[in-house]
């Protein structure tokens, strides 16, 4: 029987799929929580090895495996376990979609965090397991402060609990953590309990046109230190017009709106205003308006707020010479995505600037890693990790996944 | 001994028994046992010489912090060390362009917010015990406190941390990373309390100090209308920083000690409301917490005056333990979640276990995590009376948990509801506990027993701790 038919017998005909992200690979998508454990069984007892996703969306954010049997995809395990919404909590299974529970949610005036990019294309266990947050990092903070807990699918076939689906909880350890940003190295996460925020009463969107990146970033600093609380605060630069956008997101209840967008008013002139259904069509266009859309990679710059502009500054000579796409600063949170334009540049290029760059980041304290790259060895992509951090993290590893089923190219290294 | 006492001095090894003694047991004091030894070393690098040390002779070591722990987390254990970080005080930086700080694990909580209150920014955990407990303790509790409504809990504040394994090794995760390399190793270890290593230095966020606080106390003529007014508040999606109720027995027992702050003797409960922000945020969220309160049959709302008024009020609220001190000579302070469109049912469901087996109940608790404190009044020479603390205690853990509540919001697990951590996990569950604990620490010596409920074929090589067969009740 080949690979294919026995995986078939597990998930039924509609259960096997092709993917353009493995090409010539087959994937399956179980429809339930049993079939993801068998498959999980019969790779332990085949020794064939499986990668797990959601949607795909951000598959590039590790580095491909190069040994993988078999792709994994939840996206039929999709559907709300428990929505409280007077409680504040969601509980869903990992392959429903970020953007269907955002708008069941909101229902309800409620929002969840994080308010990832196209939010219909991933998944609630692809954005958990990739650590992944959006522009109201600034306002919520890192997404995965707010897993309150989940269910995970462990290598061995056992289904296990950490956290729970309170707002409150510190019993047994966080392993939920753990989950949070392993790219699918450890576990199926099967479902999720999310924490909910209010959603804002009104919003203002405001833009201001600035020359070039310094006059830029200044004003973002100017509009940190204002103590406005701003929802969201983003940079943009198109690649191909010379000047940079300051998109200044503020939300809140009625009179404070106001107090706010005028003190922002008395230093700064906005270039564009706008306001209420408008202000949250513009939230979502900066939201969506992610790097990777039409670039070959994109450069993930993680800094201190303080040394951001040195950062960029540096990164940009590294690249200087070589096609650079869209540019997304969030100075609040000190974090960078910088394109490349496709055709840029060979490999080894880019291997040399990537180092390059490294070596005149890191004594600003800053990192650098690179996303939906070529073909680059791992350590080239991501920042490295040594010593008795890199041996926890192995020892982890061998703990949650002994034989190895579980591929993953994270930072932590091939498995 | 003579290599102990070179690494740490002679003020750094506590053996002799007088000296010893006040560290047999923390907050959970009827759980009590002698260290062999009291190691107060003053550096990352004594600890780590200390723990390479034991490591190689297999002795089983037990972090301690302030002590303030209520679920014998810091009870020493038969033949092992007990390490403090009591000598480990500093702040070593305080950052406040990319506001975070980083401090040596014993720095009592409350001077981190002294060190940075002059730059506009405070830490925002604030456990009632704030001005004796430590960061290291605080990070190995997750702890909380009455501002987590809005701040959460210690996790959402620590960016960073240096650990010294249980072999020496030292881990350094200080830089404060704005996501993490690799496994989230900071997130995971904080809630660990103390068996995966021993935190020496923590960085923490810090968070600016508001441009206006207004603080309400809303007296009411009974303790379910104080809970009802709290689950509308949330559902209206009103932004309170802290929801903090009393009820009739704690308010007495306060305005009977040092911290009377006139709280009215005769209401059933009062609710101590928080909201912050700027002036007009403040304004706006008061006047609709105000409405809710009104609809909730409110008797009475006071408006602290000056911030002298709310920092008494404050005083009172985290005073309210030292104050049942007064009542009996022992206190039971349980901790346990429940969802918060349950709270009236379920503080009444906890009160009517404490009632039925005749033992006084206090109320004090964080209403807006739905993150309740039955506090039992007690003596602990009664035997049967400690009986029926333990057995209510139990009891309240179940239905809680029945409920869809869980064990502990903040106090954690220690030794006090190990037992009880099979009514929440399964065996799975535990299991992969003790997995992930065995890649921290495969000498499993990091405070043994203590979180994971012992079993055989599990932890072999832990020592027993020696628990008296009565079980656990609080002080
Ligand atoms: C009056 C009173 C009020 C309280 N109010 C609150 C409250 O509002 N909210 C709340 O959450 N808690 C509260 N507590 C409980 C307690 O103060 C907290 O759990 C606190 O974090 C314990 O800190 P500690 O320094 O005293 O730690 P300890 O009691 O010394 O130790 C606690 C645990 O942490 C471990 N540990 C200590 N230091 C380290 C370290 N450096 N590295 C690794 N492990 C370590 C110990 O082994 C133990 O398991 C209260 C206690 C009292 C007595």
Known sequence: MSLAESLEDIVGREGLEESAHFPGLPVVAPADDESARELFLFAQAESKSLRLFGRGSKLGWSPTPKQIDFALSTHRLQGVIEFEAEDGTLTARAGSTMGSLRDLVAERGLELSPDVPRPHGATLGGVLAAGASGPDRLRHGPGRLHILGTHALLPGGEITKSGGRLVKNVTGYDLHRLYAGSHGSLALVLEASLRLFNAPRERCALRFERECLDEALGLAEKISNMTLAPRTLTLFHSGSESSWSVDVGLAGLGAELERNRCRLAQFARPDERLDGAAALTRSEELRDREPHAGSSAVLHLASLPSRLADACEALLASFEGRALGKITIQPGVALADLALAPNGGTTEDLARRLQAARTALTPLGARLSLRGAPRLAPNAQNDCIGGPALALMKRLKEAYDPTRILASNGPVGAH | ?475
Request: with cysteine; hydrophobic share 40%; charged share 25%.
């Open chain 2, 1 to 475: 001994m003579a290599h102990l006492r070179a690494i740490v001095g002679e003020e750094g090894l506590l053996e002799d028994s007088s000296r010893a003694a006040p560290y047999e047991c923390d907050g959970l004091a009827h759980e009590r046992c002698r260290p062999e030894v009291v190691l107060l070393p003053r550096s990352t690098l004594e600890v780590s010489k200390c723990l390479a040390l034991l490591h190689s002779h297999s002795i089983p070591v037990v972090p301690r912090g302030a002590g303030t722990g209520l679920t014998g987390g810091a009870t020493p254990v038969e033949g092992g060390v007990l390490l403090g970080t009591a000598r480990m005080r500093r702040v070593i930086e305080v950052n406040a362009k990319d506001r975070f700080a980083r401090v040596e694990a014993g720095l009592v909580n409350i001077d981190l917010t002294r060190a940075c209150c002059d730059e506009g920014l405070f830490y925002a955990p604030d456990p009632s015990s704030q001005a004796a407990c430590s960061l290291g303790g605080n990070v190995a509790n997750n702890s909380g406190g009455p501002h987590c409504f809005k701040h959460g809990n210690t996790t959402r504040h620590v960016i960073g941390l240096v650990i010294v394994m249980a072999n020496g090794e030292v881990l350094d995760l200080s830089a404060p990373e704005v996501d993490p390399v690799g496994y989230d190793l900071v997130g995971l270890f904080v809630g660990s309390e103390g068996m995966f290593g021993i935190a020496t230095e923590v960085t923490v966020r810090l968070t600016p100090t508001p441009e206006a606080i207004e603080t309400l106390l809303g007296v009411f003529a009974s303790l379910d209308d104080a809970c009802d007014s709290v689950s509308a508040i949330i559902a209206g999606g009103w932004d309170a920083s802290a929801l903090e109720i009393l009820d009739k027995l704690t308010i007495a027992a306060v305005e009977a000690s040092v911290f009377a702050a006139g709280y009215p003797k005769d209401a059933e409960a009062v609710l101590l409301v928080e909201v912050e922000g700027s002036a007009v945020e403040c304004h706006e969220n008061a006047e609709g917490i105000l409405a809710i309160l009104a609809d909730h049959g409110v008797l009475e709302v006071r408006r602290a005056q000056s911030e002298r008024e709310r920092q008494k009020l404050w005083a009172a609220r985290k005073g309210a333990y030292g104050a049942m001190g007064r009542i009996a000579p022992d206190l039971y302070v349980s901790d346990v979640v429940v969802p918060r469109t349950k709270l009236r049912e379920m503080v009444r469901a906890t009160t009517d276990i404490c009632t039925a087996r005749g033992l006084k109940i206090l109320n004090v608790f964080h209403a807006g995590d739905g993150n309740l404190h039955p506090n039992i009044s007690y003596d602990r020479r009664d035997s049967d009376e400690l009986r029926r603390v333990i057995e209510a205690g139990d009891e309240m853990a179940r239905v809680c948990v029945e409920a869809g509540g869980t064990l502990s919001g903040e106090h954690g697990i220690g030794l006090e509801k190990l037992a009880q951590m099979k009514l929440y996990f399964s065996d799975e569950d535990l299991e992969l506990m003790h997995t992930v604990r065995r890649a921290w620490d495969p000498s499993q010596n990091m405070n043994p027993g203590k979180l994971l409920p012992i079993r055989a074929c599990m932890e072999t090589r832990t020592r027993p701790v020696p628990v008296e067969a009565s079980g656990r009740a609080g002080s």
